[in-house]
């Protein structure tokens, strides 16, 4: 009888332990959740325009300080800007200049005042008395006959300055398509549509860039060149993987060194020379680019390129976020791309190898993630430090990792759904984690800095080892979505949306935030 009580006695303990401890996880689960959108909103936070204006631009006076040097302000300060950030910025450098700005044009998204307004984000918008006119075009990002006009005002803006004038340059990601200016004799429509075919054949954005560059009079360093003998200080919020100063909006203010034949290369791997309109092929002609982009040497010394916001400046404000709320960040990388089926598995076999419970990881896990290193951006060295900081994690018991990364990976698009590539990203996780093998409570997030993910209304998704279970018991056929590219579908229909991040339009861009939190293998870890 007493053995009977015993027994009894302790199957209640154990379910009064295991009840209290799916509580005390499901309390984990649910501040995990909270804190990857603390992380992520954190890594947004670093790099809004207003800050990052702030911070690289500082007035002493009527002196200047920008990118470590000096320069004279004598109501001589003009300002032209493009790309989906630079509103904010502009607001800020106005508010840092004051008297001394004379004028100044900016082409910005087409809509983008009306949506801020109606986001509440008043603070990037220009003052009613603003010096500058602000031109908004590019609609659906495409470069339109309102985008071109803008264009044309910067141009005239830029070409009708002298040595003693100061051009502040606006640059942020989408400027490409708000800064058209065709290379006559090609047209507006001809320029477009070489670009169109090039993206749909699967361009990447530094192909898709070099072509732009030799199409355009002011893209390659033209519009530095317009503004000569004037100095240009170019403030760049960088949304291309590696900053590439010559890239980022296809590099106005950057002296272009590509040689027609790389543009021909790219023209050629895309099998779309044979088809080109013969203005196009008189612009890529060798003495064509000589004669209209030849930049003498002089323009390089007139012009200071500045990056002032960047994913890794986004990963390492959510870094010191994570520490705050209590987890041991590790950066890996802010360069990840490739397909986002490898980049899935490698979040996948991360979580596997940070929650195995053995204290060493079997080393077919290693393995598995240093292959997939070069298919997804991010070095074997990369890859090496962050599996240190797992086994020391788990070896000395710290607590909770914050695995951080960014860039931007691709979809294939196969099917007509409405997604974008941070909630298939997400969705692909959550299936990782769903899987039998994975024991552990990680939390992935992806998010698009910008706060829209493809042409969706949410920036990205949240996902859990329960996201399956999820799914199913609410009849959500999880491979269906994905074979018709329609994550956004999925996670709007799942728990009323309850995985969806939708912080709004963020004003600013540095493409896509990866948070993964890894909580310790051992419960009692768990809080
Ligand atoms: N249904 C979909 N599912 C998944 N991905 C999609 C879907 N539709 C579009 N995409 C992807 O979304 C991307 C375009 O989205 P978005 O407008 O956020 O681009 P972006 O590269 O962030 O632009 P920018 O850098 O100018 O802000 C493309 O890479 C495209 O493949
Ligand atoms: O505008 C562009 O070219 C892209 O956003 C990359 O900077």
Not at 54 to 64: T, V
Not at 109 to 138: C, D, F, W, Y
Not at 412 to 421: A, D, Q, V, Y
Request: aromatic content about 4%; some cysteine.
């Amino acid at each position: 009888m007493a053995q009977i009580l015993a027994f009894s006695r302790s199957l209640h303990l154990q379910h009064t332990l295991r009840v209290s401890l799916a509580s005390l996880c499901s309390r984990s689960m649910s501040s995990l959740d909270t804190r990857a959108r603390a992380v992520f909103s954190a890594a947004v936070e670093g790099v809004q325009p207003d800050i990052v204006v702030r911070r690289s631009l500082e007035r002493h006076g009527d002196k200047l300080l920008v990118g470590g040097q000096n320069f004279t302000l004598t109501n001589n300060l003009y300002l032209v800007g493009f790309g989906k950030a630079v509103l904010g910025m502009a607001a800020e450098a106005e508010r840092i200049v004051g008297d001394h700005l004379i004028k100044g044009v900016v082409s910005v998204p087409h809509g983008i005042q009306k949506t801020l307004r109606n986001h509440g984000k008043e603070k990037m918008l220009l003052e009613n008395n603003s010096r500058i006119a602000v031109m908004e075009g590019a609609k659906n990002n495409l470069p339109d006959t309102d985008a071109q006009k803008s264009a044309e005002c910067i141009r005239e803006l830029a070409s009708g300055l002298t040595e003693k004038d100061l051009l502040l340059v606006l640059i942020s990601g989408g400027g490409s398509a708000l800064l058209p200016a065709p290379a006559p004799p090609m047209t507006l429509q001809e320029k477009q549509d070489v670009t169109r075919k090039l993206a749909a054949a699967g361009a990447t954005i530094q192909e898709l860039n070099t072509v732009r560059r030799a199409l355009s009079l002011l893209k390659g360093g033209g519009l530095a060149q317009c503004a000569n003998p004037a100095q240009v200080v170019a403030l760049i919020l960088s949304d291309v993987i590696g900053d590439p100063l010559d890239l980022i909006a296809s590099g106005p203010t950057v002296r272009s060194d590509s040689k027609p034949e790389e543009v021909w290369d790219i023209l050629d791997r895309y099998k779309l020379s044979g088809s080109l309109p013969s203005s196009v092929k008189e612009v890529l002609r060798p003495h064509y680019g000589s004669q209209v982009k030849e930049q003498p040497e002089v323009v390089k010394d007139h012009v200071l390129n500045v990056v002032i916001g960047s994913n890794t400046i986004a990963l390492e404000c959510a870094s010191r976020k994570a520490v705050e709320l209590g987890l041991r960040p590790v950066i890996l990388s802010p360069g990840v791309c490739g397909d986002v089926r490898s980049v899935s598995r490698l979040y996948g076999v991360l979580s596997r190898f940070a929650c195995s419970p053995e204290k060493e990881p079997p080393p077919e896990l290693a393995a598995e993630i240093l292959q997939l290193g070069p298919e997804v951006g991010v070095e074997s060295w990369d890859l090496c430090r962050t599996m240190n900081v797992l086994v020391e994690e788990k070896k000395e018991g710290w607590g909770a990792t914050c695995l951080l990364a960014g860039g931007e990976p691709t979809v294939h698009l196969t099917g007509n759904g409405r997604g974008g590539r941070n909630q298939e990203l997400a969705l692909r996780v959550g299936l990782e984690l769903s899987s039998d093998e994975v024991k552990c409570g990680a939390v992935f997030l992806s998010g698009g800095t910008d706060g829209q993910d493809g042409p969706t209304e949410a920036a990205g998704a949240v996902v859990d080892r329960k996201l399956m279970e999820e799914a199913t018991s609410q009849g959500l056929d999880i491979d269906g979505f994905l074979t018709n590219n329609d994550s956004f579908t999925f996670f709007s229909q799942l728990s009323e949306g309850r995985r969806l991040l939708m912080p709004g339009l963020t004003g600013t861009n540095v493409m896509d935030v990866h948070v993964m939190l890894l909580p310790p293998s051992a419960p009692r870890d768990f809080q």
